[in-house]
């Protein structure tokens, strides 16, 4: 009997990780919230990730639990630890990717390069936070925002007033999360796979271009990048890693500010949306890395396959039409480009494919992949 690697959440980072664990000759296995998401091919139980008993159930029939997002609550992940099932990551490291507020005060704790910030629970709290950072500054909710979503940029604690309405609605307990707004010259991305044994790879340092809050392209290696700099992503990745003691994949977001320095933004602990260029441009892909690490098994080389490779999202796909309607052309476009589609129907701003290029050139490697991309507008 094949090994059996449980992956709570249908979306595309589960749907990706199917073609890996083929290869490996891995049993994947799918929780999904609904019927007919992207991870569909895999899918054998359809349930509330957030009910003890449907995860423990569908725990049940695997050898090793982990995720397609960090939504699952900690009672549930706790309870399959409790149970003896192996979780990767586990609970304990989850929590910060879970929340921000406590992301930041465990990164501060290691001694992690991060903005200035503070909790906050009421409108004083926020302005004077904002009067003691030029009058303007970034609000998150610490938990549950994604892709641009439960963050805003506010110039007077007036422009959050109605999630510290909620906080108050809420009773104690809760705050938000506040940050300087960081004078950064470009976003970067520094990506480990931790074995639970403490086995390690760091794959090249990215940038990533976001586009109203959500990652529009992702250029491998970050083109124009001193080696100090690498050299200090990587550490900061791998310090992260064994930090928080993460198993499988870790992805951590960078400022590169106007001074150069690396500042960490945010993390994940699953495949991340900077990784996708790996599929088809480093030796190990970050799907079959992340298989690899849960279990246990020898990590692969994360070296990149070419000098450049470029990823280009595909964000809302075709007004008219369906993604297999333009399949022909983008596929004639470039054919040495890659095209990955989740089974999404189009909606404005979704995340419904992306395209991957690689090569010596990076401007024709910039070209390929952004071209066969707009097949899909």
């Known amino acids: 009997m094949s090994v059996r690697i449980g992956v709570v959440g249908g979306g595309q980072l589960a749907r990706m990780m199917i073609a890996p664990a083929v290869e490996l000759g891995l049993d994947l296995r799918v929780l999904a919230e609904q019927p007919g998401m992207s991870a569909a091919l895999a899918a054998t139980a359809v349930g509330d990730y957030r009910d003890i008993d449907t995860v423990r159930a569908f725990a049940r029939d695997v050898d090793v639990i982990t995720f397609d997002h960090e939504h699952v609550p900690q009672p549930v992940?706790?309870?399959?630890?409790?149970?003896?099932?192996?979780?990767?990551?586990?609970?304990?490291?989850?929590?910060?990717?879970?929340?921000?507020?406590?992301?930041?005060?465990?990164?501060?704790?290691?001694?992690?390069?991060?903005?200035?910030?503070?909790a906050v629970t009421d409108a004083a709290g926020l302005q004077a936070f904002l009067d003691a950072h030029d009058g303007r500054a970034v609000v998150k909710t610490p938990r549950g925002g994604y892709d641009g979503k439960g963050v805003r940029v506010v110039r007077s604690a007036e422009e959050a007033e109605d999630w510290i309405r909620a906080l108050a609605e809420a009773g104690a307990g809760d705050a938000l999360l506040v940050e300087e707004l960081v004078a950064f010259r470009r976003e970067l991305a520094q990506q480990v796979a931790r074995t639970p044994a403490g086995d390690v790879a760091s794959y090249a340092v990215v940038e990533t271009v976001q586009r109203d809050g959500v990652c529009a392209e992702v250029i491998a290696p970050a083109p124009h990048t001193a080696a100090r700099l690498e050299v200090v992503a990587r550490e900061i990745g791998l310090a992260i890693a064994h930090g928080l003691g993460v198993t499988g994949m870790l992805a951590v977001e960078l400022f590169e500010t106007e001074d150069e320095r690396l500042l960490v933004n945010e993390l994940a602990m699953r495949p991340h949306n900077s990784g996708h260029w790996s599929q088809d441009g480093a030796v190990t892909g970050q799907f079959e890395q992340h298989l690899r690490a849960v279990l246990g098994l020898p990590l692969g080389d994360p070296s990149p396959r070419?000098?450049?490779?470029?990823?280009?999202?595909?964000?809302?796909?075709?007004?008219?039409?369906?993604?297999?309607d333009r399949l022909p052309a983008a596929l004639a476009e470039h054919a040495g480009a890659k095209v990955h589609t989740y089974g999404k129907d189009p909606r404005p701003g979704r995340k419904v494919g992306h395209v991957t290029a690689v090569g010596s050139d990076l401007d024709e490697v910039c070209y390929d992949a952004r071209a066969v991309a707009a097949q899909f507008d």
Do not use: C, S, Y
């Open 77 to 118: 992940l706790r309870a399959l630890v409790d149970a003896g099932v192996a979780v990767h990551p586990g609970p304990d490291a989850l929590q910060f990717a879970q929340d921000k507020l406590l992301m930041r005060a465990r990164l501060a704790e290691l001694g992690m390069p991060q903005p200035d910030w503070a």
């Open 306 to 324: 070419q000098p450049w490779a470029v990823m280009v999202n595909i964000l809302g796909g075709p007004t008219e039409g369906t993604m297999a």
